[in-house]
């Protein structure tokens, strides 16, 4: 221990307190119980293998759900980045600067604020999933009790679809909270995560695969042992499933893939690994050890990928579609932001305007609450590169001048009064993006704010 430290003491109540308080202060919720059980474990050394044993949770829960968000909360605070590695020497040094230069830091223990008192607090500004103890987020009570009561049935398998910031991930993290209190497994894959040279080939892909699963289940990693390229690497990759990982553990795997249609973009990747996700599913029919086995498949849009009818995973199991809020619950949000909106004009506008897409329906409720912006000027600012949807628009602008054809069947649907047949292949990513709706095989804009923007800066055709 240094001079300074000696001086200014650091131990874990100390650091609890200080980092609530920053957190506060930048408009964000405090550590909630299980984030503090994380970091008292991470401040003593012990991995999370060993914290979720003591503390009766998922060790996949801890590591790939909660850690993940706890350390980003850190590195907001600290602004530079937090890993499990460096945390306690970064908030170590962090502290005791704040505290040598004269920033003290008061004593009151805001832990354990209630979720009454959280509630009016400054709001976080909103930005991607919305946090599982956050007062904003819009239960969709009916999906949410269909897709927890599937996960309970043996070997089963839901799938989620909806277009890009939807809430697809903010539904995902409350299956997998809701998993983890049924003593469940947490495996949870990003497929947006994964290095584009391993999608060179099906082989090397299901190598990746079955190792991010071994070590989210904290299970030595025998790759070796089950790999034979004689049988073939999908056969492989089954057995190393069946007669290793689901050996290895008694309670079921909830095993959720994120942004599945990251492989559609691979038809050679695709053609093989969801056929071999089908297999599974089937399996669990007749093999008891596959019931421990629960899929969550999560994807921005429709499979472009020709499969055979019964070697595919997207007709079987529970499809769960998600849609744009309906007026009822834009209402609902604004009053958690303590807006009034009971006449129905206000929320009638921004409907019109945003045809109640969450994202943006949420990102104008924020802007309104702070009193930053008027609705009127809100909305009359909306379509154009200075209002609060500039960075969402300009997003898709880029995507759109990175492939000139896809801008173009985009241009076409907006130029068009009624529904109109597209490319399949530019119907389905302009689906992904939210920017068109699909009507059977034809597509139609999904709402004014893009018909207004692009209008203006797209080119003719």
């Not at 529904?419 to 990513?429: C, D, F, G, Q, S």
């Not at 302009?430 to 009507?439: E, F």
């Amino acid at each position: 221990m240094d001079k300074e430290e000696n001086l200014y003491p650091i131990n874990l109540d100390f650091v609890l307190k200080a980092i609530n308080r920053k957190l506060l202060e930048i408009d964000c919720p405090p550590l909630n119980n299980v984030e503090r059980i994380i970091l008292q474990g991470i401040w003593n050394y012990k991995t999370y293998n060993l914290v979720a044993e003591e503390a009766g949770y998922s060790p996949g829960y801890l590591s790939n759900v909660v850690a993940p968000e706890l350390l980003r909360r850190i590195s907001d605070v600290l602004g530079q980045k937090v890993t499990k590695k460096n945390c306690r020497a970064k908030l170590k040094t962090y502290l005791t600067s704040k505290a040598t230069s004269k920033k003290t830091i008061p004593s009151q223990n805001v832990t354990m604020l209630s979720s009454d008192i959280r509630q009016v607090m400054s709001p976080r500004f909103p930005s991607g999933a919305i946090s599982l103890d956050s007062p904003f987020y819009i239960q969709r009570s009916d999906i949410e009790k269909q897709v927890y009561a599937e996960i309970e049935k043996p070997g089963a398998l839901v799938r989620i679809k909806a277009p890009q910031e939807m809430g697809k991930t903010s539904l995902l993290l409350r299956v997998m909270d809701y998993a983890n209190r049924l003593d469940y497994h947490i495996v949870n894959l990003d497929l947006q995560q994964v290095d584009q040279d391993i999608f060179s080939n099906i082989n090397r892909f299901l190598r990746w695969f079955c190792a991010n699963i071994s070590r989210q289940l904290n299970i030595e990693s025998r790759l070796d042992g089950y790999w034979d390229e004689d049988i073939g690497c999908k056969i492989s990759c089954s057995l190393y499933f069946q007669d290793y990982l689901l050996d290895s553990i008694e309670s079921p795997i909830l095993l959720a893939l994120d942004e599945v249609n990251q492989i559609f973009e691979h038809p050679e990747i695709a053609n093989d690994f969801f056929p071999l996700l089908r297999s599974w599913y089937e399996d669990a029919k007749r093999h008891p050890v596959w019931h421990k086995l629960r899929l969550v498949v999560v994807h921005s849009t429709e499979i472009y990928v020709p499969l055979n009818l019964k070697q595919s995973p997207f007709n079987v199991g529970l499809p769960i579609q998600l849609h744009n809020f309906s007026l009822k619950e834009v209402v609902k949000l604004a009053k958690c932001y303590k807006l009034n909106w009971k006449d129905g004009e206000q929320v009638n506008l921004l409907m019109a305007m945003t045809g109640g897409h969450p994202a943006l329906v949420h990102l104008a409720i924020y802007h309104l609450s702070q009193g930053d912006v008027t609705l009127t000027e809100l909305l009359q600012t909306a379509p154009t590169s200075t209002g609060i949807y500039s960075s969402h628009l300009q997003r898709h602008q880029v995507k759109l001048q990175d492939e000139p054809e896809l801008a173009i069947a985009l241009s076409t649907a907006i130029h068009s009064t009624e529904p109109i047949l597209l490319e399949p292949i530019y119907a389905y990513k302009l689906n992904s993006m939210g920017l068109v709706k699909l009507d059977g095989n034809k597509a139609v804009l999904t709402h004014q704010l893009y018909r207004d923007y692009f209008q203006q800066t797209l080119k003719p055709i």
